[in-house]
């Protein structure tokens, strides 16, 4: 399916700095395109419609989107690995997934790869858009500072890569953006639950081992001794803290 460009509102919330920002949706489904070209046009978006993987890389490569609006199950190019490409080339661009598929594992496995937020399918409009919103806002309060250095460690968010002792470290795009979350807020508890909605992007899991799990990993990867953390601190009955 030939990609459509349509222009929204001249004004509203999706209008940045004077210029309309771009909302990518790749999305196979007509009937669906239409609801989601009008969700976003009448909040002052532009709005690029795309019915397949390839169409929709193409679209990415030759735009700047402030999201990218995915479905998984598209043609030419599927959605994971379509979020994935995304992500490699411009790891700041937020994507929120949309499908119909929601096992637990799926959405691990999304948010691995950089998936910013997950939607199922059918879904409440405002629900999406207030997902959307929110995933923009805190790519524009990501710090100026791509390159962040604690301890041995020397972490570059805009490139995705670190070091810990000058050998390199591999993260997940998803480890790449808990961390830049601690740095954010040195010395400050956060709760399992603020990590989950501010890092994850959605208000309730099924367990905040989610959570935990993810912070065992950066600790093996970066910590000098993961069995005493020197950075990321326990904070017992209250969450973890980022000590750098």
């Known amino acids: 399916m030939q990609m459509q460009e349509r222009d929204a509102a001249k004004s509203g919330a999706g209008v940045i700095l004077g210029t309309k920002a771009q909302i990518l949706v790749v999305e196979d489904d007509v009937r669906m395109q239409k609801i989601l070209y009008r969700l ?9 419609l795309c019915g397949d993987g390839q169409s929709g890389l193409d679209a990415f490569r030759a735009g700047r989107p402030a999201a990218v609006v995915l479905d998984l199950m598209l043609p030419n190019i599927y959605g994971r690995d379509l979020c994935r490409m995304v992500k490699a080339e411009r790891a700041g661009t937020p994507v929120v997934i949309l499908s119909a598929i929601s096992e637990v594992a799926d959405k691990v496995l999304l948010f691995d790869i950089g998936a910013d937020d997950y939607v199922t399918k059918p879904f409440s409009p405002r629900e999406l858009l207030a997902r959307v919103q929110a995933a923009i806002r805190r790519t524009q309060k990501a710090p100026s500072a791509s390159v962040f250095r604690f301890g041995e460690c020397e972490i570059d968010f805009a490139r995705m890569t670190a070091q810990r002792a000058g050998e390199p470290a591999t993260l997940t795009a998803h480890e790449f953006k808990l961390l830049r979350y601690f740095a954010d807020h040195p010395e400050r508890v956060l709760s399992r639950e603020e990590l989950l909605n501010e890092v994850w992007g ?11 799990n993810q912070i065992l990993k950066l600790r093996q990867k970066l910590e000098p001794d993961a069995a005493e953390p020197r950075y990321i601190r326990t904070v017992h009955g209250a969450g973890y803290k980022f000590i750098p």
């Open 40 to 48: 976003f046009s009448e909040q002052g978006y532009a709005v690029t």
């Open 202 to 212: 959605y208000n309730s899991y099924p367990t905040t081992r989610t959570v935990d």
